[in-house]
C-alpha cells in the first residue's frame, strides 16, 4: 500500500465518522463542529486528487464562512432535546422510505454498468508547475462561459430573494442610523449663543 | 548535510523539514515575545510614560518574566464548560495563526512551500482562526464569553469578504496567487513607486484596515471589549491557555504586518532602484507594518458595533468593488504605468 492510499484510508474514514456524528450527536453545536471537521477532511481528499483550488475554497467558503455562520445560528438556539425527539416514531417510516429510495438511487448509478470505474481513464498526473487554478478560469470564462453566467445570475436571484423575504422592516422600532449619526456636524447639535455681560442695574455697587 | 542524510535515510526529508517548520517557528516566538514589550514601552511614550524598566536591563527581560508567571498559573475550567473544546479553543487559534507561515517567502528563494495557490491557502487558513474564538465563547458557559465569540463571527465574516476583494487587485496586478510571483511582478525601476500600493491604494487601506479588524485589535476589539463584556471570549481562560490566545493575537498581528508588505509593499523588494533586494527589508516593513497597530491602539476608542458593521458591508466592499472596475479598465488604456 503506498502512501497516498493509506492517507486516503485514513481520511476517508474520518470523513465517514464525521459524517456520522453530524447525524448521531446530540448537541446540535458539536454537529456542526462535526460537519466543519467533514468539509476540511474532504478538502483533504481533493487535494489528494490534484484539485488543490477546489480543495482550498472548500475550506475557504464552507468552513471559513458558510459554516462560522451556521454555528453563529446554532449556538442560540434554545434547544431543549426531550422535545426534539418528541414524534421520533411518527418520522421513521417516511424517513426510512426517503433513505431506500435514495439509496437505490445512488446503488443504480455506482453499481451500474454505465458508470463504472472502467469507463473513467484515471487521469495523466500533472507537472508540479500546472497551475489548477489558471485551466479552471480559463475553461470557465471560455468554454462554459454561459452556463457559468446562468449560475451566476441564479444565485443573484437567490441573494435578492433572500434579502427581500427578510426585508419587513417595522414602522414603529426605533433604531440608530450610523450613516446619519456619523454625519453629525458641530452645529447640529451645540447652539453657541451670544449674551454680553450684563451691568448690575444699580451701579457700581455689589451687592 | 550529506552525512545526515545517508544516516536517516527516508526519514530525511521528514526530519530536515521539520527543522525549517522550527527555523521560521522559534523566531516569530521570540518576536512575538518582544512585540509585546514593544507595545508596552511605544504605548507608554505616546501617553507620556516609560512603560516596564524595572525586569533586566531597560526593561528588556520582561517577556520572560511574563511567560514565566503565565506558565506556573493554574488554569481554571469553569464549571458547565465543556472540557474538550474549551482546551481546543486555544490551540486552534495558534494553529490558524502560524500553519499561515509556511507559504510566506522572506526572499527569492527563501520559502518553506513555494505553493502556486499560496494567497488562497493563506486566506483559507487565517480563515479558521475565528473557529478559536467562536468555540472559546461557547464552551466557556459564560454570558460574557459567549457574546464575545458570536461579535467576533459575525467580524469577521464581514471584514474577509472587504479583504477578498482587496486581494483580487493584486491578483489582477500579478496574473498569480504565489506569493513569490506577487512580489516579484512589483519589481520595476521606479523601486517604491512600482509597488501595487499606488495604484491599488483604496485597496492598500481598505485591506490595512481590515486587518486590524480580523486580528481583533483596537479599535475593532468588540470581540473583547472589557468595558462591556469584560474581555470577551477568554474571560474565563487563565494561564497557559490565556497564553496562547495571546501568543495568537500577536502572531496574527505579524502575519498580517507580512501579508500586507509581500502584497502592497514589495516584499524583500528594496524601495531604492539600484540597491539589492532581501529580507531585511521585508523585516522593516513588518515592523513599519506592526508600529501602526500600537500606534491604532494608543490614538482611536473603540469603535460602536454597529458602526464596525456598518464600515465593513457598507463602505468597504463597494469602495473594493469600484476599484476593480476602475483598475481593470485603466489597465487596458495606454495611461496603464506599472507592467
Known amino acids: 500500500m503506498s502512501f497516498q492510499t493509506a492517507i486516503f484510508y485514513a481520511f476517508a474514514a474520518i470523513l465517514l465518522f464525521a459524517a456520522l456524528r453530524v447525524i448521531t450527536a446530540r448537541n446540535p453545536v458539536h454537529s456542526a463542529l462535526f460537519l466543519v471537521l467533514a468539509f476540511v477532511t474532504a478538502a483533504g481528499l481533493w487535494m489528494l486528487l490534484e484539485a488543490e483550488f477546489l480543495a482550498i475554497v472548500l475550506v475557504l467558503v464552507y468552513v471559513g464562512a458558510v459554516m462560522v455562520l451556521f454555528l453563529f445560528v446554532v449556538m442560540m438556539l434554545d434547544i431543549n432535546l426531550d422535545r426534539l425527539r418528541e414524534g421520533y416514531w411518527d418520522y421513521l417510516v417516511p424517513a426510512l422510505v426517503v433513505a431506500g429510495v435514495m439509496v437505490l438511487e445512488m446503488a443504480t448509478i455506482l453499481l451500474g454498468r454505465y458508470f463504472s470505474l472502467e469507463g473513467m481513464p484515471r487521469p495523466s498526473p500533472r507537472p508540479a508547475d500546472y497551475s489548477n487554478t489558471r485551466e479552471l478560469g480559463r475553461l470557465v470564462y471560455t468554454e462554459y462561459v454561459y452556463p457559468f453566467e446562468v449560475a451566476a445570475v441564479l444565485l443573484l436571484v437567490a441573494i435578492v430573494a433572500a434579502i427581500a423575504l427578510t426585508l419587513r422592516a417595522r414602522k414603529d422600532s426605533k433604531f440608530q442610523d450610523p450613516a446619519r449619526q456619523v454625519k453629525v456636524k458641530r452645529a447640529d447639535r451645540v447652539r453657541l449663543v451670544s449674551m454680553p455681560a450684563e451691568k448690575p442695574a444699580g451701579g457700581g455697587k455689589e451687592g | ?339
Do not use: C
Not at chain 2, 548535510?1 to 522559534?26: E, R, Y
Not at chain 2, 497564553?243 to 509593499?265: D, G, K, P
Open chain 2, 1 to 339: 548535510m550529506d552525512f545526515f542524510q545517508q544516516l536517516l535515510g527516508p526519514a530525511w526529508p521528514l526530519v530536515w523539514t521539520t527543522l525549517k517548520i522550527v527555523a521560521i517557528v522559534l523566531p516569530i516566538m521570540g518576536a512575538v515575545a518582544y512585540l509585546t514589550l514593544a507595545e508596552r514601552k511605544v504605548i507608554g511614550y505616546i501617553q507620556v510614560r516609560i512603560g516596564p524598566n524595572r525586569v533586566g536591563p531597560r526593561g528588556l527581560l520582561q517577556p520572560i518574566a511574563d511567560a514565566l508567571k503565565l506558565l506556573t498559573k493554574e488554569i481554571i475550567i469553569p464549571a458547565g464548560a465543556n472540557r474538550f473544546l474549551f482546551l481546543l479553543a486555544p490551540v486552534i487559534s495558534i494553529m490558524a495563526a502560524l500553519a499561515a507561515w509556511a507559504v510566506i517567502p522572506f526572499d527569492a528563494h527563501l520559502v518553506l512551500a513555494d505553493v502556486n495557490a499560496g494567497l488562497l491557502y493563506v486566506l483559507a487558513i487565517t480563515s479558521m482562526g475565528v473557529y478559536g474564538v467562536i468555540i472559546a465563547g461557547w464552551a466557556s458557559n459564560s454570558k460574557y464569553a459567549f457574546l464575545g465569540g458570536l461579535r467576533s463571527a459575525a467580524q469577521i465574516v464581514a471584514y474577509e469578504i472587504a479583504m477578498g476583494f482587496a486581494l483580487v487587485g493584486v491578483l489582477m496586478m500579478s496574473n498569480s496567487l504565489n506569493l513569490g510571483d506577487i512580489v516579484r511582478a512589483q519589481e520595476g525601476r521606479a523601486g517604491l513607486l512600482s509597488w501595487n500600493w499606488i495604484p491599488l491604494f483604496p485597496m492598500f487601506v481598505v485591506y490595512v484596515i481590515s486587518a486590524v479588524a480580523e486580528t481583533n485589535r483596537a479599535p475593532f476589539d468588540v470581540a473583547e471589549g472589557e468595558s462591556e463584556i469584560v474581555a470577551g471570549f477568554h474571560v474565563e481562560y487563565s494561564g497557559m491557555a490565556f497564553a496562547i490566545f495571546f501568543l495568537a493575537e500577536y502572531a496574527n498581528m505579524i502575519l498580517v504586518s507580512t501579508l500586507a508588505a509581500i502584497m502592497f509593499l514589495g516584499g524583500w523588494l528594496s524601495p531604492v532602484p539600484g540597491l539589492p533586494g532581501g529580507v531585511h527589508w521585508l523585516l522593516l516593513k513588518v515592523v513599519f507594518g506592526l508600529f501602526f497597530f500600537l500606534w491604532f491602539r494608543a490614538t482611536f476608542p473603540r469603535y460602536r458595533y454597529d458602526q464596525i458593521m456598518r464600515l465593513g458591508w457598507k463602505v468597504f466592499i463597494p469602495v473594493t468593488l469600484v476599484w476593480l472596475l476602475v483598475v481593470g479598465v485603466w489597465m487596458r488604456t495606454p495611461l496603464w504605468l506599472w507592467n
